[in-house]
């Protein structure tokens, strides 16, 4: 059965080497007044501040910054932009990094036309819609979370260790600005993570027992190829232009709703690892990558077999002739080979400083009370027996 | 290298069978009095006017009526459609049909908002430039051209035999109703040669020997599997809403522009077909599936073989140990098979009714007075070549 759907993503994508040249007229269609939002330095570092700003101030705009927004972003910088928007009658947000920034100024910017405290958009009690947002723009600088071409983030709370996505039509960036050389300063850690990232998206949408339509999937494949092929790559030479761009545009169409068209069932490593990133705060992409083959060993059986074995034929190149359980197993090994020795990530929980002291906590979380409708149904117990098996 | 480009389409697409519903609100967002443009009867045995008609008057709308648009579209159709549009102070059109509604509607749009002949777009002298037109939305019954999700369309002249393309973005549709059921009555014939002209979309932009994007190469080598997989099981079952719904969506990506991002090569094989058809009125499609396998030859050689073997291992799965030219060879010949063979077309030139007499006009009209610059640079004499191929 394949779902219903509507495609409908009207964001402008100036991609590669030469386009900063179209920041200042973009901006100004919005309006006169940009709140310019990063992290650290590293965008200084760089060189692109200054010439980011020299566009702004070129077009004749009133520039404003906030900086310091943090990995994993907080409420409290999104209150804080929210504010300023507010207070400085900002007309277009200007976002500058990876996922974090872009998510947060999201927030920001839903924030800024509302009364409420902007938490309540993430609030399991309230979930208050978000019906408008003051336009936004990006400029990313790491292939990773998709932010720059979907509506939606994900947002901490350290108060509440809460860590919850929310999105919005209003929320998609009109515009966002990708040029590849903007991530040859990333370490070949976050290019490993933000690549994990990648891959993680794509499998929580492969990886389901509905009817899909082969077109998507046939992409999916190509994707997880493109990531396989250059994630290792672009560790290995920073500024190799043809696998940062692989990785940049796949990022993107990983995510933006475009794959997903018409499925309906929930993703499953995501709201797992949200938990442990709430907690321990760590990198987003490690997470998903110490959980995404647990998961796919913990959901193998009879019913789902057909899956893995396209996956492992068709991405991997697995003898199609084997047993699909075989060919299913090996899946999952040339995965967890591609994640933990050619990324060099971490493997297990206690290698990145995890053990099972909040285990019942962060499932029954995770299940958001009840279960994850994914590959295969997950309830507390299942999430437990999950986190488990990442302990070795 | 992979060149810089700018990813823009925002077209709303609403895909499936129960999306009707949504089309009173979509037209009204643009105005009042509707042009409902279509071509023969076949909308109305398949129940289809009478359902969009109900919409329209439904949401409170004027509707106005064009029928009798023809295959290969005629500027004369379009003459009248932008006349009406004057006369009615039309707001918004609602093209019904295939490519060649959608693509003559384009220009009765863009036509509507000019005081000069909508044939001055066309014109090679005047080449007169889009600005601007009327919001169009479509509602797609044929899976071929991919009319519905891009911002151009094609237009023949029988007094002076000219068939020209011409866009521009103010042409995109707004909204395009992608519903798969409206093509379970397309005869097989008529599915046939919509699959080749998909197949020929991707070929056009596959096959060329400029740096891709990996990513891209991977989704055209999905398309054309999925065309391939599909189009003989809706050529036998047409009813199969699976097939219908992968051949649909794959002809609305095949050509929107998002996988030639960046290319800046020409197409051949559609100016060399536009040639055929301004002169003999043969189906699009039809003219593209003979033509293709024998430019493939035509340009195969030691600087482009790499490309062929890319092809032929990645979509038909060919042994990539064997010999460059041989899997060279034995792609041109399995794609071949695909087209005569699975869906049925016709082989040569002399089975449609072309001879030779009109080779050298064609074929200088098709290089446009000097080269194409595609996979291969071909001049007139090239084209005459390739046209003298086909009639055996």
């Known amino acids: 059965m394949i779902n219903d759907f509507i495609y409908d993503i009207p964001v402008r994508v100036y991609f590669g080497r030469d386009q900063l040249k179209n920041l200042g007229a973009e901006l100004k269609k919005y309006g006169k007044r940009v709140l310019l939002t990063y992290g650290g ?33 907080r409420i409290d910088s999104v209150r804080k932009g929210a504010q300023m928007c507010k207070d400085l009658k900002i007309d277009v947000l200007l976002a500058v990094g990876g996922g974090s920034t872009i998510d947060a100024t999201k927030f920001m910017a839903a924030g800024a036309c509302v009364d409420c405290d902007p938490w309540d958009f993430f ?35 350290l108060e509440t260790q809460d860590k919850y996505p929310a999105g919005s039509p209003a929320m998609l960036p009109r515009a966002s600005f990708l040029d590849p050389t903007n991530t040859f300063s990333v370490s070949p850690y976050q290019t490993a993570c933000g690549s994990a990232d990648i891959m993680s998206h794509i499998i929580e949408v492969y990886f389901n027992t509905s009817q899909d339509m082969y077109m998507l999937d046939c992409f999916m494949e190509g994707m997880m190829k493109t990531v396989i092929r250059y994630a290792p790559v672009a560790m290995r030479e920073p500024d190799n232009y043809e696998a940062r761009a692989n990785l940049m545009w796949t990022s993107t169409w990983a995510i933006n709703g475009f794959v997903a068209a018409g499925k309906r069932h929930d993703w499953s490593c995501h709201p797992m690892e949200h938990e442990l990133s709430a907690i321990y705060d760590i990198t987003h992409g490690l997470g998903l990558a110490i959980l995404t083959p647990r998961w796919l060993e913990y959901c193998l059986d009879e ?13 991997f190149g697995i003898d199609a002739t084997l047993a699909p359980m075989e060919i299913a197993h090996e899946a999952i090994a040339r995965l967890s080979d591609f994640l933990f020795n050619q990324l060099k990530l971490k493997r297990t929980f206690p290698e990145v ?14 299940v958001g009370g009840d279960t994850i409708n994914g590959l295969k149904p997950l309830r507390q117990q299942d999430v437990e027996s999950i986190y488990r098996m990442c302990m070795k």
């Open 41 to 73: 330095g590293s965008i200084k570092r760089s060189g692109l501040y200054d010439r980011v700003v020299e566009q702004i101030k070129g077009a004749g705009l009133e520039l404003f910054e906030l900086s310091g927004i943090e990995p994993n972003p």
């Open 123 to 157: 609030d399991r009690e309230k979930l208050t819609p978000i019906t408008r947002a003051l336009p936004l723009v990006s400029i990313l600088t790491l292939a990773a979370t998709g932010s720059e071409m979907d509506n939606c983030g994900v947002i901490s709370n």
């Open 303 to 315: 019913t789902t077999v057909d899956k893995y074995v396209q996956f492992g034929v068709n991405v």
């Open 353 to 366: 400083g995890i053990d099972e002291t909040h285990f019942a906590l962060m499932a029954r979380k995770a």
